[in-house]
């Protein structure tokens, strides 16, 4: 059976030509960039070329950039930097719809003793940028708002949101775990000072990320160690690593228009053809996305049996349905824009790469009306062709949480 | 990914009796669309023998729950009412080769389910949805949980979420998960009341009183660097001294009435009054 990848904001395959680059270093050009002596000396300038690579991405200084282990580590960098290095602002300011790299840190921080700020979306994901503006204050820390949304694609409008900060003298840290690669960037004509990034999202392995802070700006590292990365990331370099992501943003680079507008016109047809599936909604702003996701809510079904049944045929997709989360609660970033029960556990994101085609598209344009047609055959909120009025549609309890 | 058995796959891919049975005899309607599973499951039964002839069901979930409402059908169908009503969520997962544990909430719904078609069928209340509700999020009684812990043996507050969803959600009923089960599995341990403790002896209660002051309350207050000892017992009156930062804090005299009384009472006896020994 044939893979079909619709999963690369899950992760995604390394390419080729980052494995063959990585591949000398994990045989014999092993040295540490420390050590003085011929196999020190060898890697070094590889691990320059690599950091100006990245850095060519980013359109930063290569000094800007920060090694890490993964985009979490890059996240919790970026926020723990900030707090440490302004000890007297107590205000994190925040969106509800977060990676759990920074939401996971919103209840720890109020535990001890911080204000944090969520602010919140429209039903397609719109930050509430009124709200935003009026909640940075003197004493906020830290704006982190992320890039664009793992889930549903929606784009944030970052260079406002830099720049209201900039005003107001607020450092403003960005997850763009999910844009670098699909969004051009240039980071020295922006007013963002932190900028997360994860190797594995553009096709480097996983076990790489990256942090950017803009030179000048005040820094406490998170990891405390050796001198690398000039004393803000001890331990010694993932050298292999560092030389695969500089590979691969060099491709990212290279392939952005290819992502803006073929992936996106393979994007376009699989949503549109998805759409003809009766009860079907798009999550999220369609304008304001990237280029390679779309988020679907096939009602009266559930996500993970409709994953099930497509990773049958090869495809692979994710959801945000309550089974799939990890918890038993749908999504939150569908909760958070108010995308109803209904629909939020029949979440399906597809999310395309370079390497899809139209074949792919095509073959799960056609396996995939049967599939939702046999859920909702088992459905009980489901009968002939429309919605079965039903009892169950919410539960019984008066005071239930999950139904408001 | 979970790691589903073939069985469970062979009933999700394949599922038996879907549906509705042609003549509603019984049904029973558990879950909801808002909590991310439901299953509605409806019987014909043969009412001279008391036997179900016929069972189908409707369930909207993952693919173990449409597995486990696949499994239940083709296991009830045949039976007495009383023989079905025998069968556990254990049963229902055994018969599927085994669930994921965070999956096995599939198997209680099942079972849930079959309970509230029999009582619709009996004309009866449903046992496990009376009694007071726990979990808000998931809508979930003390009686369900109870007769969970107790079928499948749980001891932990996790292995409840992962059976009943209870706790799963914003997390607010966990303490009363925690009460809950202590008490179920309390009762459990101790099912004749405990022996009454012989009167207590002047020697004994001093060997209490010394145990509970070195095993309880003395490491107590070293973690906050302080330090105590006992000096004499005379009847109810217990004599200590305080050591180290105990006794040079202002908030001495509370540590001791509060802390070392309320100790000692909830220890030995409740007519215990301590007094602190000044050399
Ligand atoms: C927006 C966003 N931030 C952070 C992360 C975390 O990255 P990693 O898994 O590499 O730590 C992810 C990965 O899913 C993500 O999508
Ligand atoms: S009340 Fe139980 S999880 Fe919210």
Known sequence: MK??????????????????????FLRDMYGNPSSMHHKGGEVAAPLRQARQKLADLLGCAPEEIIYTSCGTESDNTALWSALRAQPERKHLLTSRVEHSAIYNNVSLLRRLGYRVTEIGVDKYGRLDMEELRKSLTPDTALASFHWANNETGVIFPVEEIAGMCSERGVVFHTDAVQAVGKIPMSLSQSRVDMLSLAGHKLHAPKGIGALYVRQGLKFSPFMVGGHQERGRRGGTENVPYIVGLGKAAELALRRLPEENSRVRDLRDRLEEGLLKIPYSIVNGDREHRLPNTTNISFEYIEGESILFHLSSFGVCASSGSACTSGSLEPSHVLRAMGVPFTAA????????????????????????????????????????????ESALLTCDSDNCNLCG | MWEYTDRVMDHFENPRNVGVVSRIDAEGQ???????????????????????????????????????????????????IDEALSITNQDIAEYLGGLPREKMHCSVMGQEALEAAVSNYRGVPI????????????????????????????????????????????????????????LILHQAKTPESPAKPPRMTALRRIKLIEEAITQEIAPALMRDGGDIELIDVDGNEVFVTLKGACASCPASNLTLTDFVTEKLRALVDPNIVVKEYRA
């Open chain 1, 3 to 24: 893979t079909i990848y619709f999963d690369n904001n899950a992760t995604t395959q390394v390419d080729p030509e980052v494995f063959a680059a990585m591949e000398p």
């Open chain 1, 345 to 388: 556990h029949g979440s399906i994101r597809l999310s395309l790469c370079v390497y899809n085609t139209q074949e792919e598209v095509d073959f799960t344009l056609e396996k995939f009306p049967p599939i939702v047609a046999k859920l909702r055959a088992l459905s009980p909120f489901w009968k002939d062709d429309g919605p079965a």
């Open chain 2, 30 to 80: 558990v879950g909801s669309l808002s909590c991310g599973d439901a299953l509605r499951l409806t019987l014909q039964v043969d009412k001279d023998k008391d036997t179900i002839e016929d069972a189908k069901f409707q369930t909207f979930g993952c693919a173990s729950a449409i597995a486990s409402s696949s499994a239940l059908t083709e296991m009830i169908k045949g039976k007495t």
């Open chain 2, 127 to 182: 046992k496990s949805a009376q009694g007071e509700l726990i979990c808000k999020c998931f809508g979930v009684t003390d009686a369900e949980i109870e007769k969970v812990v107790k079928t499948n043996r749980l001891t932990t507050v996790e292995e409840i979420t992962q059976f009943t969803k209870a706790g799963g959600g914003c997390g607010q009923c966990k303490p009363k998960l925690e009460e809950l089960l202590a």
